[in-house]
């Protein structure tokens, strides 16, 4: 069972545009929602992460909003650049702070 | 560079073999967790050691096997290789359980045939 969904499994955007990935959850018990991402041959890189007492947060052209009453929560990359190209993960960690939960990725291919 | 190191990059084994993955964490970091990145998905989480000692597991077999030693350099081993075990492997170091940042390693790439 996926306990994060994550939405789209890919996206293509035009250099400048924005770039929103989706998430959902149902655990109540999650406490910190991240975002990671990856680039091919490397680990996954912590992006940016809220708490659910937060409703936004923004770190320079990313942002996440987050909707606890929906339990979801998106990943907003403005004036997207050919460098932002890469998976992107959402997760989420359990409130004994020891396993985080991972959506499936989204590919984001940013276009010249 | 996170400096967390992970050993051997690739791996090639049949069904039915077992496999000892290695990992080293970031300086001062006293917890690793391992995750298992399938072709196409997100990580499942593992384990978690901390200072030794077993700190959660997820849902995987016990064939999945973990170990710390004092240094804080860790070793994930799987014994009865399956197809399905075909994966990155990953580790990640955080300074204490429970500290948001984790410092993800390169991983090791399991093939199984």
């Known amino acids: 069972q996926q306990q994060v969904k994550q939405s789209p499994q890919s996206l293509i955007v035009q250099k400048g545009g924005i770039s929103i990935i989706n998430c959902a959850y149902e655990?109540?018990?999650?406490?910190?929602f991240p975002w990671y991402q990856q680039f091919p041959g490397k680990g996954p890189a912590l992006l940016i992460a809220i708490r659910p007492d937060v409703s936004e947060k923004k770190e320079g052209r990313f942002t996440i909003s987050f909707n606890k009453s929906a339990k979801q929560f998106s990943l907003h990359i403005m004036d997207s650049q050919p460098g932002d190209s890469a998976t992107y993960f959402c997760a989420a960690r359990t409130d004994t702070g020891n396993q985080f939960y991972f959506g499936t990725g989204t590919s984001l291919t940013v276009i010249p | 560079e996170t400096g967390v190191t992970q050993s051997p990059t690739h791996l090639i084994k049949t069904r039915g073999q077992q496999v000892t993955l290695r990992c080293s964490s970031q300086?001062?970091?006293?917890?690793v967790s391992w995750y298992q990145q399938a072709l196409g998905q997100g990580p499942q989480f593992i384990f978690q050691y901390y200072r030794e000692e077993e700190n959660g597991r997820g849902n995987f077999p016990p064939r999945f096997s973990g170990l710390q030693f004092p240094n804080y350099s860790s070793e994930l081993n799987v014994n009865a290789l399956e197809l399905d075990d075909s994966a990155l492997y990953l580790c990640a170091s955080s300074l204490v359980p429970g500290l948001e940042t984790q410092y993800f390693g390169p991983g090791t790439r399991l093939l199984v045939l």
């Open positions: 655990n109540t018990a999650f406490d910190y």
């Open positions: 300086s001062g970091h006293n917890t």
